[in-house]
Nanobody, 126 residues
Framework: QVRPVESGGGSVQAGGSLRLSCVVS????????MAWFRQAPGKEREAVAG????????TYADSVKGRFTISQDIAKTSVYLQMNSLKPEDTGTYYC???????????????????WGQGTQVTVRS
């Protein structure tokens, strides 16, 4: 019924930037963890970044620290992922997901997230 919708993916050269958006319609943020995951062909889905809607605390995978920034707009029920200094290994399908009624965002485990978007493709050319 309620699903996140991602946008903003595309193809960029290594070193470039992209800004992904995730909108959750017909929903109001409360105590939720909103997170970005990504998956490359033939590989497991991995967590990229998370933000706790009640306070704005963030967490990042080591591979993207210092390059990616997750943020939220509570009024628009949206989360964003600013991706800078992109590398070819960042290529994949990026998914927005929600863990509702959460106590925090520590430990981004795929199985804990119950609402998933359909994904947006990110390609980084070398």
């Amino acid at each position: 019924q309620v699903r996140p919708v991602e946008s903003g993916g595309g193809s960029v050269q290594a070193g470039g930037s992209l800004r992904l958006s995730c909108v959750v319609s017909r929903y109001t943020f409360g105590r939720d963890c909103m997170a970005w995951f990504r998956q490359a062909p033939g590989k497991e889905r991995e967590a990229v970044a998370g933000i706790y809607t009640a306070g704005g605390g963030t967490t990042y995978a080591d591979s993207v620290k210092g390059r990616f920034t997750i943020s939220q707009d509570i009024a628009k029920t949206s989360v964003y992922l600013q991706m800078n200094s992109l590398k070819p290994e960042d290529t994949g399908t990026y998914y927005c997901a929600a863990k509702v009624f959460a106590g925090g965002c520590a430990g981004l485990r795929t199985s804990d997230f119950v609402l998933w978007g359909q994904g947006t493709q990110v390609t980084v050319r070398s």
